[in-house]
C-alpha cells in the first residue's frame, strides 16, 4: 500500500473536519485495507473511526424504527434480538455474505461502501473507468460472468456486491449521515447510484459525510420473507443473483410487497411497478412471472452473464414463493426452501 | 484517486498488544498489518498468510475474543488488544488444546498450512456455539479454506469436541 | 512375523503436533526479522510484445528500498536457456526471468524490488513505470483449434498415444449403436494454501541455504547450481514442511530464480513470497478438449474408441500430459484411434497437477461410457464391467495387480447402486432432483530412484534421512512406520528428516510414486541395518544369537530375537556394546525393476460412486455423498491413505463444480486471479466422503507392495458428478465446471457453437 497519514480523531466532527477527497474512513478494513493493497484505493489519510463512542447502538424508536450504529459489526447486526425479531430478512442476507471471520470486522457503515468485485476494478495492470476515469471497460467484451445485466451503462457494467445492502433496499432503509453541514437522511434507493458517464462514483455520500446509521422503518415483515442467493459455490462466494422479499400478507391478500435483487445491477436492484402488480392480490405463483418480467424489464447480458437473466427470472419467482410460504431461505441448509 | 507523487517511507506509529498472554509495546510502521507484525515483527509464523485479502482463512486470529482475518487488521487500529494465536491454543504446560488434540486423531489436515487459521476458527466457533448440526458447523467452517481438501475431517473434530462439551 | 505390526496400521502423523501448535516452519516462516530483505515481484501487463522503457527511478527514491532489478540491469547469469532445465521441464526453453525486453505471457516477471520490509517493496514495485510493445497475441484454445498439432518432441516419462489398432473410423461406421461427443475442460490453477516462495540465507562463507516451495530438495539444488554456476557444495535446500503443492512444486519457478540472484547480487539473505494474484502467473492444468466417439454391438461389446484431446501449452514449451491413452487401458476394444495434440497459446507453460492428463481424459471418456449406456438402455456399471480388461491394451502389457472388479463390488455395495433406477428424473424429495452417477479412474504406479539412510543408535533412537518433501501426504508417518516396523521400536523411537539436499537423494515427490518409492529405500536401508546389527549382536563368542542368519532373527521390542526359540534374544544395547560402535548407519536405495517393466503394467484403479442433489428450478447442485473404492496394493496407513483419497476427491467435486481460470482474450490474461473468484470448494460444499481400499496384493510393483494414492482419488470423481446430474436431471452437461447456468442449459456449449 502507499504510505498515508493516520490519525484517530476523537469525535465526530473532528473526524468530519479532517475528511478531504484524499482520505478514507477507517472502519472494518475488510473491503479499504484490502483494496489498498491492491494499490486501487491510495488515501493519503485514514481516519480510524473504530473507537469513536456513539455508533455502536442498535436500538428502536417511538415508531418502532430500528435504528443501527454505522459502527455495529456485521456479525453483532445478525445476532442482535432486535434485528431477528424484527428484520430477519437483513439478519439473513448478512449471514448469506463473506464468513464469519469478515462479519466480524465488517461494519455496517463499511459494508454499505463495499465497493465492487469487478475483476478489472480489482486489477491495477487492466483499464478501468471505475478505477481510472476515461482508461475504458474491458469487461464489456471480457470476462463478465458476475456483471451487471440491469441499468449498465457504456462506462462500466459492474455490481454492487453487498448481500446486507440489497436486504436493506427491500427493507427500504434509511441511510443517516453527517457532514459539514449537519445530518442528511438518504433513502436505500438514492443512495447506491447507477454508474452512467461517473462509475468512479458508487453512492451519493459527499466525501466529507460519514456515514452513523441506518434506520430502517417499521414494517410487518418479521414472518414473510426471504433472502435468496444463488452463487458459485454454496457458501463465501459472492452472488450471481440474489432477491430479497419483503412481503405483508393480511387475510390471504399481499397488502405490502418489497423485491430487491442483488449481483445484476450496480446498486441494488428495485422495480416499485413491479411490486405493486402483487400488491392487493393473492400470492398465487402464476402471477410472479409478471414480477420477474417487470422487474427485469430492459435487461441486457454481455455474454458470459447473458445467464442472469433467466435465473434472475427463476430465482425471483422462488423467491416470492419462499416469502409468502414463510419459508424463509436458510444460510446454514443450503437445500433451497 | 489522487495519485501520491512523492516516493516516501510510511509513518511509524506506537501499539501495545497483548499476545498469547504476553503484552508487547511496539513502534510499528502505520501501514503494518496484524498479520505481518505477529510472523515478521514478533516472529509468530504459526498464523499463515494465504492470499493477503481475507479470502483463505489462513490467518485467522481470534482478537478480542473474536475471529478475524488477521491479514486485513491494520495493527495500529488495534492499540490495547488482546490476540490469541494457534501458537497461544495449547496451554502453557504444553497440553494441546482438546481441538488440536481432534485435529490430531482424526487427521483433520495434510499439508497443514490452513491448520493454525482452522484451528483458531474452530476454536472461536465453540466459544460462538456454531456447532449444533454439521450443516452448520460447515456453513461458519466456511472462511477457512483447505485446499488438501481435509473438510470432512475437520469436521468430524470439531464435532466430536463440541460433542464432548455438550455443544452439539 | 511382526509382533507389532504398524505398516497397515491406522496411525497418527507424526508431525501432526509441529502443524497443530504452529511448530513446523514453512519457506516463509524462516528468517523473519531485520537481517533479511523482502522482495515483491513486478509482473508484466500484456501477453505479447516487449518492454520499451522501464523506469525504476520512483521505486528506487523509496527509502527502504535496496534495489530494482530489471532486464537492463540484472546480474549476469547463465546465457543459455539449456542451464535453465529442470528435472521435469518439458521439451522447449524454459523461462528465463528478466533474461530481455521480450514478454512471452501476461503475468511474466518484469521487475523485482528488494527492501528492508515487505509492504516497502510492494509500494515501490507500483511505481515502477513501464512501457510495453505490444503485439498481436492469442489465448483462445478453441480458435486455434485448426492449428493443432503433434508435438515433435515427447516429454520424458509421458508416453504418447499408441499407433491406431485396427480401423476405428470403419468400425464406428458398422457399429449399430454409437455415441460422439465433444468435451471441455476450463483450465485450472493449483492454488496450494501455501503460495510459492523462496527464502535464501546467506551464510558468512557465501554459501546458500534456500528454502523453496519445491516437492524435491534437489530439483531446486540443481537448478540454482546449474543457473547460477555454482558448486554443489555451495548450495542446501532445507524445505521440511511444503504447503501443498500438487505439481505446482514440481518445476523451480520464477520466485526461486530472483530471490538466488539478488541474494547473490546483493550478499544479503532475500525473502521473496508470491502474492495469491501472482500465484497464477507460475503453472496451471491446461484446457483441455476432447472428442470421444465410443461405438458398440446391441450387447453392449465396445467395437470401437476414438478419442482425441488437445490441450494448450505455451509458446516456448511443449507441456505434455497422458489425456487419451486411460480410454483403452479400462475399456478392451478392437478398434482404437487415440490422439493427442497441442495448441501454443501466449500463456505461461502448463504443469502438471494432480493426476495430469488423466481427470481430462476420464471426464470425456466416463461421461461418454454413461451416454452410450443410456442409448443401450443399460445400467452404467454393467457396461463398464461388461468392456473392463484384464490386460493393458495400450502398452499390450499384463497388469501387475488389478482389483478394480473387487473395489467396484465393494463401492457398490456400499452406496446402494443395485437401488439405482435406470431412468433419469427418477428420484426426488422435495424440489431436489437426486441422482446416482458413477465413473472409473486409473492411474500409474511408477517407482523412481531413492536413497535413503537410516541410523541406530544404541538407546533405539532411530533416524531416517531422504531427501524426499511431504507435501502432506504423509510420508513422515510411512516412513517412520516402516523404519519402526523393520527395527521393533516403537513409533516415537523413529525421526525422519525430509525435504534438505544434505540428506540421500530422491526426485521429486509427485505422480504417486513417493510411498512406494521412498518406502521401499527405507525398507532397504533398514534391512543393511538389521544384517549390520545382528553381525555386531554377534561379536562376542557367547551371544546367543551365534550363527543365526537374519531371517531367523526378528527385531522386537528393541531387541533381536531368535524366532525359533525367542528366549535367545539380544538386546540393541548389548549388541550395540558388543559391536564397538555408538550408531550405525545404513543407506539403502529402490529403484524401478525394468524387467518387470518390459512385462507388466502396473495401475492403481478406484471406482467412484456420487449421489448429486439438484434444485430442479434453479440448477444448484449439492454432492451429498461420495464412496471412492480404490484398488492400489498395500495401503501402509488407512489413516493417511484415506485422506489422500478423500482430498482427491474433493478435487474432484471442485474440478466439476468450481474450478474455473477465466481469460479475458483481449488482453491475453486470467482475469479470476484470486481465490474469491477462482473458486475452489469450502467446507460447505463438502459431504460425506467414504473411501474404501480393496485388498490387492502385488509383489511386482514395488518391494513393499505399495502402488501410491495420490492422484487415484481425483481421477474418476468429476465425470462422476456430472453423471450424478445428469441422472437427476436428465441434462448432460459436457463442459466444466457445471455452474449454475450450465445445468439450467442457460449458458450455450462453447464446444457447439464452433
Known sequence: MRPFHYERPRGLEEAIAGKTEAARFLGGGTNLIDLMKYDVERPASLLDLTRLEGLREVERNGEGALRIGALVTNADAAAHPLVREHHPLLADAILAGATAQLRNMATMGGNLLQRTRCYYFYDRQTPCNKREPGTGCPAKDGVNRIHAILGTSEHCIATHPSDMCVALAALEAVVVVRGPSGERRIRMEDFHRLPGDTPERDTTLDAREVVTAIEIPAGDYGRHHTYLKLRDRLSYAFALVSVAVAMELREGRISRLRVALGGVAHKPWRVKEAEALLEGQAPEEECFGAVADRLLQGARGYGHNDFKIGLARLAIARALHQAAAAAPQSHVAKRIA | MPDDLSPRGPETVALSLTVNGTSHSLHIPVWTTLLDLLREGLGLTGSKKGCDHGQCGACTVILDGKRVNSCLVLAASRDGSEVRTVEGLASPDGALHPLQEAFIKHDAFQCGYCTPGQLCSGVALLEEGHTRTEEEIREWMSGNLCRCGAYPNILAAILEVARKEGRA | ?754
Open chain 3, 1 to 754: 512375523m511382526m509382533h507389532h505390526p504398524l505398516i497397515g496400521t491406522p496411525q497418527d502423523r507424526v508431525d501432526g503436533r509441529a502443524k497443530v501448535t504452529g511448530a513446523a516452519r514453512y519457506v516463509a516462516d524462516f528468517e523473519t526479522g531485520a537481517e533479511v530483505l523482502h522482495a515483491h515481484v513486478l509482473n508484466s501487463a500484456i501477453a505479447t510484445g516487449r518492454i520499451r522503457r522501464i523506469d525504476t527511478s520512483r521505486a528506487l527514491a523509496v527509502p527502504g528500498v535496496v534495489e530494482v532489478f530489471t532486464h537492463e540491469n540484472r546480474p549476469r547469469t547463465a546465457w543459455f536457456s539449456s542451464a535453465y532445465k529442470d528435472d521435469v521441464g518439458p521439451p522447449g526453453k524454459p523461462l528465463r526471468p528478466l533474461y530481455d525486453a521480450s514478454i512471452a505471457y501476461s503475468g511474466e516477471p518484469v521487475a523485482l524490488v528488494v527492501a528492508e520490509s515487505y509492504e516497502t517493496a510492494r509500494y515501490a514495485a507500483n511505481l515502477i513505470e513501464v512501457e510495453y510493445e505490444a503485439k498481436p497475441h492469442e489465448t483462445d484454445l478453441l480458435k486455434q483449434l485448426p492449428n493443432s498439432y503433434v508435438p515433435k518432441k515427447r516429454r520424458s516419462g509421458i508416453n504418447p498415444p499408441p499407433r491406431p489398432k485396427g480401423s476405428a473410423a470403419s468400425a464406428l461406421e458398422n457399429a449399430p449403436v454409437k455415441h460422439v461427443a465433444r468435451y471441455l475442460i476450463a483450465a485450472e490453477h493449483h492454488n496450494p494454501m501455501e503460495t510459492h516462495a523462496t527464502t535464501v540465507i546467506r551464510e558468512a562463507d557465501g554459501k546458500l541455504l534456500i528454502h523453496d516451495k519445491i516437492q524435491g530438495a534437489y530439483a531446486t539444488k540443481h537448478y540454482v547450481c546449474s543457473v547460477f554456476g555454482l558448486s554443489e557444495d555451495a548450495v542446501r535446500v532445507v524445505s521440511p514442511f511444503i504447503g501443498g503443492a500438487f505439481g505446482s512444486g514440481l518445476r523451480p519457478h520464477y520466485q526461486l530464480f530472483l530471490a538466488v540472484m539478488a541474494a547473490m547480487a546483493l550478499e544479503r539473505s532475500v525473502k521473496l513470497v508470491l502474492t495469491r494474484d501472482q500465484q497464477f502467473t507460475i503453472a496451471h492444468r491446461p484446457e483441455t478438449w476432447n472428442e470421444i466417439a465410443l461405438g458398440a454391438k446391441p450387447d453392449g461389446t465396445l467395437s470401437a474408441i476414438r478419442h482425441k484431446a488437445v490441450g494448450s501449452t505455451s509458446r516456448y514449451e511443449d507441456y505434455q500430459e497422458a489425456v487419451v491413452n486411460w480410454t483403452n487401458l479400462l475399456y478392451s476394444a478392437p478398434d482404437v484411434e487415440l490422439e493427442y495434440e497441442l495448441v501454443q497459446l501466449d500463456i505461461e507453460t502448463p504443469s502438471d497437477m494432480r493426476a495430469p492428463g488423466a481427470p481430462l481424459g476420464a471426464f470425456a471418456a466416463e461421461s461418454a461410457m454413461d451416454e452410450l449406456a443410456e442409448k443401450l438402455g443399460v445400467d452404467p456399471l454393467a457396461l463398464r464391467l461388461h468392456n473392463d480388461t484384464q490386460i493393458d491394451e495400450v502398452m499390450n502389457k499384463y497388469h501387475t495387480s488389478k482389483e478394480l472388479r473387487a473395489a467396484c463390488q465393494l463401492g457398490a455395495e456400499r452406496f446402494g447402486w443395485r437401488h439405482r433406477p435406470l431412468a433419469p428424473r427418477s428420484m426426488r424429495q422435495g424440489r431436489e432432483l437426486i441422482g446416482w452417477g458413477l465413473a472409473f479412474g486409473a492411474w500409474e504406479a511408477q517407482m523412481q530412484k531413492h536413497a535413503a539412510r537410516v541410523m541406530l543408535d544404541a538407546e533405539g533412537h532411530c533416524t531416517v534421512g531422504v531427501a524426499t518433501a511431504d507435501l502432506g501426504t504423509g510420508t513422515y508417518t510411512i516412513l517412520a512406520q516402516i523404519a519402526a516396523e523393520a527395527l521393533g521400536l516403537s513409533m516415537n523411537k523413529v525421526t525422519v528428516l525430509l525435504g534438505d539436499s544434505a540428506l540421500p537423494q530422491a526426485p521429486v515427490s509427485g505422480g504417486s510414486w513417493t510411498a512406494a518409492s521412498a518406502g521401499s529405500a527405507v525398507h532397504d536401508a533398514c534391512a543393511r541395518l538389521k544384517a549390520e546389527l545382528l553381525l555386531a549382536a554377534q561379536t562376542r563368542n557367547d551371544s546367543p544369537l551365534v550363527g543365526a542368519k537374519l531371517e531367523e532373527v526378528m527385531f522386537d521390542r528393541e531387541r533381536i530375537v531368535l524366532m525359533r526359540d525367542p528366549m535367545r534374544a539380544v538386546s540393541l544395547q548389548a549388541a550395540f556394546a558388543a559391536g564397538g560402535r555408538p550408531r550405525i548407519v545404513a543407506d539403502g536405495q529402490a529403484g524401478p525393476d525394468q524387467l518387470t517393466q518390459l512385462r507388466y503394467s502396473s495401475h492403481t484403479h478406484s471406482a467412484v460412486f456420487v449421489e448429486a442433489r439438484v434444485d430442479e428450478e434453479l440448477g444448484q447442485v449439492r454432492v451429498t455423498r461420495v464412496v471412492s473404492a480404490v484398488a492400489a496394493g498395500r495401503i501402509l496407513n488407512p489413516k493417511t491413505a484415506r485422506s489422500q483419497v478423500v482430498g482427491g476427491v474433493v478435487w474432484g467435486i471442485g474440478m466439476a463444480l468450481h474450478e474455473e481460470a477465466m481469460p479475458d482474450h483481449n488482453l491475453g490474461r486470467w482475469m479470476n486471479h484470486n481465490i474469491a473468484e477462482y473458486h475452489i470448494p469450502v467446507h460447505a460444499d463438502i459431504h460425506e466422503i467414504d473411501v474404501i481400499f480393496a485388498e490387492e496384493k502385488d509383489l511386482l510393483t514395488s518391494p513393499l507392495g505399495v502402488k501410491g494414492l495420490g492422484e487415484i482419488g481425483i481421477v474418476g470423481t468429476a465425470a462422476a458428478v456430472a453423471n450424478a446430474v445428469w441422472h437427476a436431471t436428465g441434462r448432460r452437461v459436457r463442459e466444466l465446471p457445471m455452474t449454475i447456468d450450465k445445468v439450467l442449459g442457460l449458458t450455450p456449449a462453447r464446444t457447439e457453437a464452433r
